[in-house]
């Protein structure tokens, strides 16, 4: 379990366009990550680098509701404009993830087509870069069902475990945990976000003191999203 943890704003990444070198970017802004840390990056940046954004006419209602129904694999709710679907990565958020905040008028973000490979990329190009082992979080914003609020959460990571499983050890009067299992990137994707905001240009944030035993090889899509035998919901 991690004693203390230090979160710290990652400044001077800058306007980030189609074809950037993310890791480069990143590795100039924060020279100094060290074994260990990890590093949140938002899904925004992680997006504009692969160029995933789309046209849209902002004068024209349908034109978000096309691009969004593209994204769609599954619809769940409908209320006005506000759409809960399911992606093809298997996360259930509005509007399937297309984003017009943070960019430039008269275009779309759209997730990363593989979350996860984009951390491991982004991992990949920091060891190279700086020579160090950091693990890596794409972080987005979600709603979630029954609570009011956003926050933030893990959409793709590397170099870190997605759950830490607790089952079969004991709490603190020694009964032992029989379901607990702790979503932690989804924890550090919202601690992260406190010091980075959503209207600062803060694109990435620096988690240092994260239990050793938290690292390792994670996948949010192999151990986040819950499969349909698992659901109750569906």
């Known amino acids: ?7 710290l704003p990652v400044d001077g990444v800058g306007e980030v366009r189609p ?11 924060e020279p100094d990550l060290a074994d260990g840390d990890v590093l949140v990056v938002t899904q ?10 789309v046209p849209i006419d902002p004068n024209d209602p349908d034109s978000k509701s096309t691009i969004v129904e593209g994204e769609s694999v599954r619809v769940l709710r409908r209320r006005g404009d506000l759409v809960i679907s399911e992606t093809r990565h298997g996360f259930v958020c509005a509007n ?36 160090v082992n950091v693990a890596i979080v794409i972080s987005d914003t979600f709603g979630r069902a029954w609570r009011r609020g956003l926050t933030d959460v893990a959409i ?12 079969g050890t004991d709490d603190a009067l020694g009964r032992e945990l029989a379901v607990t299992e702790v979503c932690v990137v989804d924890e550090l994707a919202a601690a992260a976000e ?27 899509h192999a151990e986040v999203v819950r499969p349909p035998a698992e659901d109750l919901f569906r």
């Open 156 to 167: 793709g990571c590397a170099g870190i475990k997605a759950v830490v499983d607790l089952r």
């Open 44 to 53: 925004k940046v992680v997006s504009k680098a692969e160029a995933q954004l």
């Open 96 to 131: 399937a993830g297309v984003d017009l905040s943070n960019v430039e008028h008269g275009w779309a973000a759209l997730l990363p087509e593989d979350p996860d490979r984009s951390a491991r990329r982004l991992r990949d190009g920091l060891r190279g870069r700086l020579g």
């Open 19 to 29: 074809g950037d070198d993310l890791s480069r970017l990143l590795a100039h802004a």
């Open 194 to 220: 406190l010091v980075m905001g959503k209207s600062s240009g803060i694109c990435a944030a620096v988690v240092r003191g994260v239990d050793p035993s938290w690292l390792g090889r994670g996948e949010v």
């Open 1 to 7: 379990m991690a004693r203390g943890l230090e979160i």
